[in-house]
């Protein structure tokens, strides 16, 4: 069983940085590429950012690029998601998850409960 638990989620204002970490609990986690989803009040979820097994292809949002940054450590057995020049529009709910490649991330079968993350203006 593939278990995933985030932190590091918090309250920060605008133009400030959080760093999120997502552990895995798995015999190898190189046999999944990671992802990274949030979900604001109201809306949908939504892809963020993933990483493949490896870390050479790594896949932003539009709206997240140039501020965040995707990392992964196999050896800990973790995915980290660094967030810099937040605005308040990034409030959310983020999600970490493992899936068998960056193309299908959307499709992964194994999520994180998710850690809240809140910009104030």
């Known amino acids: 069983q593939v278990r995933l638990v985030e932190s590091g989620g918090g309250v920060v204002q605008a133009g400030g940085s959080l760093k999120l970490s997502c552990a895995v609990s798995v015999r190898t986690l190189t046999s999944y590429a990671m992802g990274w989803f949030r979900q604001a009040p109201g809306q949908e979820r939504e892809l963020v950012g993933a990483?493949?097994?490896?870390?050479?292809?790594?896949e932003y949002a539009d709206s997240v690029k140039g501020r965040f940054t995707i990392s992964r450590d196999n050896a800990r057995k973790t995915a980290t998601l660094q967030m810099d020049s937040l605005t308040p529009e990034d409030t959310g709910v983020y999600y970490c998850?493992?899936?068998?490649?960056?193309?299908?991330?959307?499709?992964?079968?194994?999520w994180g409960q998710g850690t809240q993350v809140t910009v104030s203006s």
């Open positions: 990483i493949s097994w490896d870390g050479r292809t790594i």
């Open positions: 998850a493992a899936g068998y490649a960056v193309s299908v991330i959307q499709k992964a079968p194994y």
